[in-house]
């Protein structure tokens, strides 16, 4: 299968370099451009749209629109082209890239991805899929090369993307309840590593306490996904709020801590470190 990429972040080289490895041809295009094992760099996104499917992981709305649409790009993609969209993106621009690629006679399916950069280059990524069911023909082959599981959102692609966010607003609570609970423990001499030894080893057992536990034990933080993005995703929590909940006005009492957090991390020096350094900031503060 020909396959067009664009983004070649630590998620979308390690994507496009499995998808390769896997015997597609994989044309791929980086803003800062660079090179990926097996994978055929064009100079412009044009050239990877020229495709059977474009896979995108560039990093937020704006990147997107300035990349594909304000560029003109996506109104001359060739006809029939599917474009999955794998980046954290509004529910808003979401519903207007349907409308934008149904004008250019483009397919279109959101395709959000759960995984950090070790799941992508092993291939296991949990892709959040959602779109019309016609545009999915023949793209298995597409997420054998780069996921464990695709789960299906239905036929409103904005659906994915309502689901990445709530899931990634999931895990910063999961991020900041394990730096308190570090915290109320810690002072009276509770080892780390014990404490999360007992949380995952009882009622704490998911994967997202498995690996942000071993991240703050190991104090280790550099980034697979930089807080500022975090603190985007966490906006973007707010805006969905605002929307599905207008009774709200987008303040839901645990997404506003988080996000008020995460901005007092990206604010105290911590902004291109993993978002899991919200968990550093939260010790760092409670002990004065």
């Known amino acids: 299968m020909d396959i067009g990429f664009i983004g070649l972040g630590a998620m979308g080289s390690a994507m496009a370099r499995n998808l ?51 560029s003109a790009v996506l109104d001359g993609a060739p006809k029939g082209v599917v474009h999955l969209v794998c980046s954290t993106i509004s529910v808003a621009f979401a519903r207007e890239l349907v409308d934008r690629h149904q004008a250019a006679g483009v397919g279109y399916l959101s395709a959000p991805v759960l995984g950090r950069p070790d799941v992508a280059a ?3 990524l949990n892709v959040i899929l959602a779109g019309p069911s016609a545009l999915r023909a023949g793209l298995d082959p597409v997420f054998a090369a780069i996921a464990g599981k695709v789960w299906d959102m239905g036929e409103e692609a904005p659906r994915a993307n309502a689901a990445k966010i709530a899931c990634n ?12 609970a570090v915290v109320l423990t810690e002072g009276l001499g509770v080892e780390r590593e014990a404490l999360f030894e007992l949380l995952t080893g009882t009622l704490f057992g998911g994967r997202v306490y498995q690996n942000y536990s071993g991240i703050i034990a190991e104090g280790k933080y550099e980034p697979g996904f930089k807080a500022t993005l975090g603190l985007k995703d966490l906006r973007l929590a707010k805006e969905l709020a605002a929307e599905t909940a207008p ?26 470190r993993d978002w899991a350094s919200m968990a550093d900031f939260t010790i760092q503060q409670a002990k004065g």
């Not at 044309?27 to 499917?53: H, I, K, L, Q, Y």
């Open 122 to 124: 092993a291939g296991q």
């Open 169 to 180: 607003m999931l895990m910063t609570m999961a991020i900041e309840g394990l730096a308190e």
């Open 247 to 272: 009774g709200t006005q987008g303040h839901l009492p645990m997404l506003d801590a988080v996000h008020m957090q995460m901005g007092a991390t990206v604010e105290g020096g911590y902004a291109a």
């Open 20 to 70: 390769a490895k896997a015997g597609h041809r994989v044309r791929a295009w980086n803003r800062s451009g660079g090179t990926v094992e097996g994978v055929d760099m064009v100079a412009t996104p044009a050239e990877a749209f020229a495709s059977d499917v474009v896979l995108t992981m560039l990093s937020e709305d704006g990147v997107i629109r300035d990349v594909l649409l304000d």
